[in-house]
């Protein structure tokens, strides 16, 4: 039998007795445990007791029935052990260790171990958890795991880069893609000059202030539609209803508050003018989705194709005093330019986000009126007689309708331009003055006007259509929603809530989270192991020591004898 003297690990156990003597008390707040060491090749001088839950710590030659953990080895094996050439895991697996306890305490000596190595022994080296070969590989699949991420990080910030070639004409995707500063150079700087001043004017027309101290109440209507879908429109129908078509009103937004607005000058005004006139119900319209929109009021939701919403829009902002006042000309900015910069650029895609944000909210919702702009231009009468029944209690005479839709067609309305043109809201505002400081009108009811259709916007918004609200819908096209309004008892078309921020690019998020944890974990573990391994084992500890905390409570809420309850003790301290 081996004396104590010809132990092979005998360097390890007087490295351990001098770490104890200077650090003992450090050494006991890394591990709480009590060790038996039982070496089987060194006889009854072979057993050793290691105790770092008490005191400072000390280690003896004997057997000490209180060891959380008892463990059988080899004297060369053990030394083995204390060097990190030889993990537990592979002496377990081949059986030349045999452990009985704790198996977490294992892994707390082993670092106990690491360390007293590193501090005290002259020819130290870090131990190698892998081979050579095998880092070699880890860190060749962490490369690749990183590439992954990036790849991952690409398809989440821009969904449609990946797809660029399939989707909508070529030339027009380039530029709904492009970067800012690149953007701003086309056209000899028009859109820039768009830009700069629809950021300026917007800043002042919607100065958005949360809930703004507006306090809705449930007999109010909320007209939900996107710019350029028809909501002044809409707002004149709505009022005329309520007011027997009457027209004491010098600016509409009197009778109706923009919602959108009221952080503006003249927002409140707006809203306290609507409740002098004491109008009952209250209506209000908004272009906001359905997140940022009034709540707990009634709405009616305007849906019109986007197409249309997209020459509207061009017609505002590109060939009227929008334009002028931000230094162009008629048609500076093609309509084709203005659909794939503006209105179908990739970060934006406004108008199709929206409907999805109200179908989301609305569309099982019996208790709101979904039209669509195409309807009230093919039977303006029956969609009035139908909104007067959902606004009003009672349904108005004959009469009355009759002077409603009168009053509410386009030629009546452009005689009355003044009251659509937004000129009282406008008139603070910086950002819409004249040269001569007097306040230009924003016309919002224009004569018709026949659009010469590029094949390739057609083909562009058909595109986002298809990705962006079929998948979340089922319509595949506009025309399909709007007979799936005008039948909207049909059970098909029924929706459920929908969750919009779960996918993206039809992948659900909590894979790519998943993968990219992966991929990350993976990457960590190649250039840190050791690192790696002292979390885990520190996560188990205090996993551990929290197990023991619980079942100790339980015990004595209870009113149970801890003594009956079969724990593992330590003195580990947190």
Same mark, same amino acid.
């Given at each position: ?59 003896q030659q004997g057997v000490d029935p209180r060891a959380d953990v008892t463990f059988h080895i080899l004297d060369a094996d053990l030394a083995a052990l204390g060097k ?66 990036v790849v991952l990080c690409i398809i989440i910030v821009n969904p449609f880069e990946v797809s660029r070639g399939s989707g909508g004409p070529r ?36 100065? @958005? ?160 009126? @979904? ?177 023991? @905390? ?25």
């Open positions: 039998m081996a004396q104590p003297s010809d132990l092979l690990c005998q360097p390890l156990i007087d490295q351990t007795r001098r770490a104890i003597q200077e650090k003992g008390a450090s050494l006991v707040r890394q591990a709480g445990f009590v060790y038996q060491l039982n070496l089987r090749d060194g006889g009854p001088q072979g057993n050793f007791t290691l105790d770092l839950r008490h005191g400072s710590g000390s280690l990190g050439t030889l993990s537990v895991s592979n002496a377990l697996r081949h059986g030349r260790l045999d452990i009985k306890g704790d198996q977490l305490a294992t892994q707390v000596l082993m670092e106990v171990l690491e360390r007293i190595q590193r501090e005290y022994s002259p020819d130290y080296e870090p131990p190698k958890i892998i081979s050579d070969d095998s880092a070699r590989r880890w860190r060749i699949g962490a490369v690749l795991c990183f590439l992954l991420v030339e027009m995707e380039i530029v709904a893609h492009m970067s800012e500063s690149n953007l701003q150079k086309l056209g000899n700087g028009v859109v820039k000059k768009l830009q700069k001043f629809t950021t300026m004017a917007f800043k002042q027309l919607f100065p @958005w202030k949360e809930s703004m101290g507006f306090e809705s109440k449930p007999s109010d209507v909320l007209i939900a539609g996107s710019m350029g879908s028809g909501t002044t429109w809409l707002s004149h129908i709505l009022h005329g209803l309520r007011v027997d078509g009457s027209l004491d009103f010098e600016d509409l937004n009197q009778v109706v508050t923009w919602y959108d607005v009221l952080g503006s000058k003249k927002g409140p005004e707006m809203l306290a003018s609507q409740e002098r006139m004491e109008l009952e119900p209250r209506i209000l319209k908004s272009h906001h989705v359905h997140a940022a929109a009034v709540a707990n009021v009634r709405y009616v939701v305007l849906m019109r194709d986007p197409q249309e919403v997209l020459f509207a829009q061009h017609r505002l902002f590109c060939n009227g005093t929008w334009a002028r006042l931000a230094g162009l000309k008629p048609n500076d900015v093609p309509v084709g330019l203005y659909a794939s910069a503006f209105f179908a650029r990739v970060n934006a895609n406004d108008v199709w986000y929206h409907i999805l944000s109200w179908y989301k909210c609305c569309w099982s919702d019996p208790q709101v009126a @979904w039209v669509t702009y195409e309807d009230l231009l093919d039977d303006l009468s029956g969609q009035i007689r139908r909104l007067a029944r959902f606004l009003l209690p009672n349904l108005p005479g004959s009469e009355i309708l009759k002077k409603i839709v009168a009053q509410s067609s386009r030629d009546f309305m452009l005689q009355h331009q003044s009251k659509f043109d937004n000129h009282l809201l406008l008139e603070p505002l910086t950002a819409f003055k004249e040269k001569d400081g007097s306040t230009p009108r924003l016309p919002r009811v224009l004569p018709r006007e026949e659009v010469e259709v590029d094949k390739r916007i057609v083909e562009l918004c058909d595109v986002r259509w298809s990705r962006i609200v079929t998948p979340k819908t089922g319509f595949d096209s506009y025309a399909e929603m709007r007979a799936a309004i005008r039948a909207r008892a049909a059970p098909s078309y029924g929706a459920g809530p929908l969750d919009l921020s779960s996918t993206v690019s039809g992948m659900p998020l909590s894979v790519i989270i998943f993968l990219l944890s992966v991929g990350l974990f993976a990457a960590a573990i190649s250039f840190q192991p050791q690192l790696c391994r002292s979390v885990a084992i520190r996560l188990r500890i205090l996993a551990s020591a929290y197990y023991r @905390w619980a079942m100790s409570q339980f015990s004595n809420s209870k009113k149970m004898d801890p003594d009956t309850v079969q724990t593992t003790r330590s003195g580990f301290v947190v």
